[in-house]
């Protein structure tokens, strides 16, 4: 069983920077696909970024432009660098990752992004 341990959340102004981290219990599991997905409140989760093992990118419209994943292989951990934030951000952020199987996915605990105007 894998664990991912979130970090970075927290309260920042619009227009603020926040840096949130993921990494997995194992470093020596394979892991495809990691990324990053949100619930704003009384809304339905949703993807936000994710990135694969070759470094292939993919972005939720909105973010793009403001928000870059990347990762670190060798440590199977997970970054999300947030910058120019609005308060449409402010959701509970999970990690989330892809064992290269395909055949288990994993989510993190989730950590609270509050924008404030």
């Known amino acids: 069983q894998v664990q991912l341990v979130e970090s970075g959340g927290g309260l920042v102004q619009a227009g603020g920077s926040l840096r949130l981290s993921c990494a997995a219990s194992s470093s020596t599991i394979c892991i495809s696909v990691m990324g990053w997905y949100r619930q704003p409140p009384g809304k339905e989760r949703e993807l936000v970024a994710t990135?694969?093992?070759?470094?292939?990118?993919n972005y939720k419209d909105s973010v793009k432009g403001r928000f870059t994943i990347s990762r670190d292989n060798a440590k199977n951990t997970v970054y999300l660098q947030m910058n120019s934030l609005k308060p449409e951000d402010t959701a509970v952020y999970y990690c989330?990752?892809?064992?290269?199987?395909?055949?288990?996915?994993?989510w993190g605990q989730g950590t609270q992004v509050t924008v404030s105007t």
């Open positions: 990135i694969t093992n070759r470094g292939s990118t």
């Open positions: 989330n990752t892809l064992r290269c199987d395909g055949l288990y996915m994993y």
